[in-house]
């Protein structure tokens, strides 16, 4: 029975069967249902903080290098030697977008992804930008790092190099049943693949520079053959801007800690920014190690063997236990960081449905408390993806970065302009907005001019990557963000426009008492299940008026007759219907009575309907009240009630 | 404005708007809708009846040749001689059947098909096999005559060949929109390619005999390859029988008369009958002379060119004018045979689903009078097996004649009951029954000897031929009308029980009034959708309850708040729902209120629904009222209002 309870003076009552966790089909994939109350509130260190927010932004380096020397590779293998020096051009800008975001992570204790940045500082129009950027993004991670490590195993075992795609995508479709069962981040599942891999990959680079020292590291054991459509052409500063802009892949997944503020023990800014540095100086070592090695033993970019496994194969001398321990390893952490846009898509989806800008079913929590349908949005679109680029990283690459440098730059931007309001607030004075407090401080035109380069440097990068990849695919991504934000602002539009009209302010009350109220009594024939529906409208007003449709005289007759002797003293009217249809003669019928009818008359059409024992049973039967439903639909004052009457 | 008429003493309305055909995008396909009375009468005479209901039967000589050389190939060429006794045979069966039917056609005036015949005399379920066979045989009839004509057009035009199945389909389909059209049998547009035929088909086989008797007939030249699988087997009676089995596909069609006898002017016994004997001696002559005359130009069946083909170009002497005008009379012969099974398919489904055996649906007469869902169904399946089979005539020939047989034997044998029963009449007694009248017969005895004989024919034809070719598809008919009986049984049986369920005979009466209305509002937000909702209810019931389920606290306490002002008084109870589910709370409340419910009281649910401006806008709200329709749906006395609320 129902527990009633009192709670700030509300009755609440909890009905029996709604207390204990529903069990169903799905319980058996995701698990048993979590009740609102048991959400984890949990915070995690340095080191685990590292493993979770890193494993995005460390994964690039299984393809950055790669996709520099892909570029490349159309100035011929003599071109590779540019490698090297665009690597250190990027780590640069690394360092530039890691200070600038450092200065985030402090000003926004509570998570300050790009999309909030932006709007708590630049406005609606920006935030919206921003939040279609990160979106795709997010999407173009989970296809990017599933086809790379898919890449890296098809690399050990050639022979699986031909169900890649299905390979793939059933890995998405994995990660996204891990993600719906709502993995608590325990950190030690995290730890150990993000530190597993960092400890193969430095293992790899370190065995690879003392070979290198002493002479002892070769060139690529029969390396993949280097395609080249044409002549070979000239290394023009195109080519190199264009390889640059390949390589900033590795920027990739270094916002991802400024997310994830909140999740980190007291003081969070701190361990959060601490974490940040850590992540890049890492990040900027392998990425330096890797293209430099990459260089020394003449590795060829190619789509059948990536580079990690040609340095592998070259450091480790053969496919030997520590050549597949770091294959295995690379693989994982890709994994693991299409698992990362598994947690930010669903938040800011989530986010921006909260604003209104998405449909608000993404801020829904499923059974187990996570965002269920961000989640399979994003599996689904990220599975297509991988489908139609044949999970090709080369092929997905040109639509990847500008998302990125997109949402860079707002957000600097937003952050560069935040600290130029901070400078003009007086010295106590605080504006506290969407749950971050603005107050001033001194050093505001120092952290302003720190953001301002690091958004200038971010656009430039941008801007760069928009004219060399255009052609490569990044004109999609260019076409398709401006489209979003015109979606986004429409659904915005409607809630909006909704609320307004839905709105009790300035309401001036209920109009008085419907004072008439007719009912409208469908009769196709004279049965049970009529006399139950007139039953039913009999209780509902004593203005009654059967209406039967006459498609055949003879009938239409005897359903007169029927209801001369059943019809309780209700007044049938026939309508005429020569062309055999049945609801426009109704529809004209309404329209007549429609035309006479009283300000707040209310008409109610009551329609019999049967239900049978077996749903397929509706094959039987012609489903009229559907079409009634949907042309009635938009005319004010007029309800459809269906009577169900049951058989059996 | 509506006119009101007197009819029968029933005042009948006509609505203004629905008494002038509807215009909807469907007109421009199929033409303005057609009113019920003007429903044409129209009855034709012998020659244009044998145009009419011939083409189906006639159609045959374009294939049965080859299907019968076809199956006598696997023993090699030199069985090709016996394909001519084989045709004289098959002609002899067409002779009993004809005499068999002409005795039909006479006892039914008012149209005897297999399934009237079978059930007035043998019962429903001879009656449901039938049918079941019927429907199949038409089906079949579309798929194989239209395969056929499609190969004589790519035996004229081999470029067309890889295109066959799709050309094959879209005859299909034309086919099908000409018939929703609702073609006015005028006759002359079925004389003309019809005589055309038959005058093409007899110049050829004159022409073929007059060069054979002169000795300047000689062999096919350049002749399609005989494609043998390994070794040529020997003459077996097995062959011969199979070989023979092939042959009766020639039988087909040769019922239609029988199905269409009101369309004949009167006498129409008389005149249908003769125009039966007419068909049947056109369709031996024609059979037997283009078999004759294939065996002394040593024609072979091919995928690629058809025996008419070959037949042409060596009577012809090439591909002339004269062989590409009886090319284009057997192609549209042909197409109109398939144009036949589009009148007889969708009359014998109306028919059975009028007697509860198919889905009700079947019976509606579409905007242009004519049966447009069975006209549908049969293109739809048709195309899909034309599609299956790779429009190949010899692959669908092995489903094709067992139908027929068997509705040949059942209709005979309840001919030959009937006049068994006609015997057993006293000389002027009448026994009428479905729109026949039965009286003493005192010939009966012979008529029975004719039918009985018929059927005992048919029946072994129907046994060799499902042994014969049982691995070469029969078994598929063989398993298929069972099934099919099984299906019309089910059906049958659902609307049975759905008639006593619902019938008034022993009613007793409807029940006293509804002691009590509990009306229950479901609350989601205070706004004015449901102020509008709650102003319904109130009209329904003085005792309402307003039920908001609970998943977020705060959120209730503010729906609460703002109630306890706008809510009128009505009293509102909170339902928590720990696990966010929104309709498992509502079912456990309704469950209690259940339980204790009174007889005859009624619970109606009132459901606020906005009906946003443009229906897409639908994807962004949730649509509870569907699922909780679907869970109340079988429960009895619970009605599902929704009350919309009209944005703009």
């Known amino acids: 029975m129902a527990l009633i309870e009192k709670e700030n ?19 058996w994939f995701i698990g048993r249902p979590l009740a609102t109350a048991d959400a984890p509130h949990q915070t995690i260190g340095k080191l685990v903080g590292l493993a979770v927010f890193a494993s995005d932004a460390l994964s690039s380096t299984a393809y ?115 993600n719906l069962r709502g993995v608590k981040e325990s950190g030690i599942t995290f730890a150990i693949p993000t530190y597993f891999f960092l400890l193969m ?21 029969n390396p993949p053959e280097l395609e080249l459509h044409g002549m070979a052409q000239p290394v023009t500063l195109f080519l190199l801007l264009h390889a640059f802009s390949s390589g900033t892949a590795a920027l990739t997944g270094i916002e991802a800690v400024s997310n994830g503020i909140p999740a980190f023990k007291e003081p969070r800014s701190h361990n959060a920014g601490v974490t940040l540095i850590w992540m890049a100086s890492i990040l900027g070592t392998l990425f330096l190690g890797i293209t430099f090695l990459t260089g020394q033993i003449g590795g060829i970019p190619s789509e059948t063997e990536t580079i990690i496994s040609q340095l592998g194969r070259t450091i480790f001398e053969g496919r030997g236990f520590f050549y597949l321990a770091m294959i295995a390893a690379t693989a994982v952490i890709l994994i693991m960081a299409a698992n990362t846009a598994f947690a930010d898509f669903p938040r800011l989806s989530a986010l921006m449905a909260g604003d209104g800008f998405l449909p608000r079913q993404f801020t829904y929590r499923g059974s187990r408390l996570v965002y269920s349908r961000g989640i399979i949005a994003l599996a689904i679109i990220a599975s297509l993806l991988i489908v139609v680029f044949q999970a090709s990283v080369s092929a997905l690459i040109p639509l990847y970065a500008i998302g990125v440098f997109l949402s860079f730059t707002l957000s600097q931007s937003g952050m560069a302009r935040r600290w130029w309001r901070s400078g003009h607030l007086a010295a106590n004075q605080t504006v506290s907005e969407h749950g971050s407090t603005l107050h001033y401080d001194s050093q505001w035109k120092l952290k302003m001019v720190i953001n301002g380069f690091g958004a200038v440097c971010t656009a430039i990068v941008m801007l760069v990557f928009a004219v060399t990849k255009f052609r490569d695919g990044a004109y999609v991504v260019i076409l398709l963000i401006p489209f979003l934000v015109f979606i986004f602002w429409s659904i915005h539009n409607h809630y909006r426009h909704l ?28 049965h049970q299940g009529t006399l139950a ?29 029927d209801w001369e002797w059943w019809g309780n003293g ?79």
Request: net charge positive; with cysteine; charged share 15%.
């Open 499 to 526: 609320a307004k009209r839905l709105s009790l302010r300035n309401f001036r009350g209920a109009p008085p008492r419907h004072p008439r109220h007719r009912v409208i009594l469908l009769v196709g024939g004279v």
């Open 9 to 27: 003076g509300i009755t609440v009552l909890r009905p029996a069967g709604s207390q204990t966790p529903p069990r169903t089909w799905r319980s």
């Open 533 to 561: 529906a007139l039953r039913y409208a009999s209780l509902l007003s004593d203005d009654i008026t059967a209406i039967h449709v006459s498609t055949n005289p003879e009938e239409s007759e005897r359903v007169y007759r």
């Open 64 to 178: 950055a290098t790669q996709e520099i020397l892909f570029i490349l590779a159309v100035a011929g293998t003599a071109s590779f030697g540019y490698a090297f020096p665009i690597s250190v051009a990027i780590v640069a800008l690394m360092a530039i977008v890691t200070i600038s975001y450092e200065q985030t992570i402090h000003a926004y204790p509570n998570g300050g992804g790009a999309y909030i940045v932006s709007r708590d500082n630049l406005g609606e129009l920006p935030a919206q930008v921003a939040g279609a950027a990160l979106l795709t993004d997010y999407i173009l991670t989970v296809s990017v790092s599933v086809s790379s490590g898919v890449a890296q195993i098809t690399s050990a075992y050639p022979a699986l190099f031909e169900h890649r795609v299905a390979i793939a995508v059933i890995m998405v479709m994995l990660i996204m049943l891990i």
């Open 570 to 648: 209700v007044r049938m009217v026939i309508l005429d219907s020569p062309y055999r249809l049945l609801l426009e003669p109704l529809l004209s019928y309404i329209d007549q009575i429609d035309a006479c009818r009283q300000p707040n008359e209310i008409i109610t059409v009551v329609v019999p309907h049967f239900v049978p024992r077996h749903w397929w049973h509706n094959l039987l039967h012609t489903q009229t009240t559907f079409w009634l439903r949907m042309v009635l639909l938009f005319r004010p004052g007029i309800v459809i009630t269906e009577v169900p009457y049951q058989i059996e």
């Open 201 to 221: 990959m430095f293992l790899t680079v370190g065995i690879g520079f003392f070979r290198y020292l002493t002479g002892s590291l070769g060139a690529v054991p």
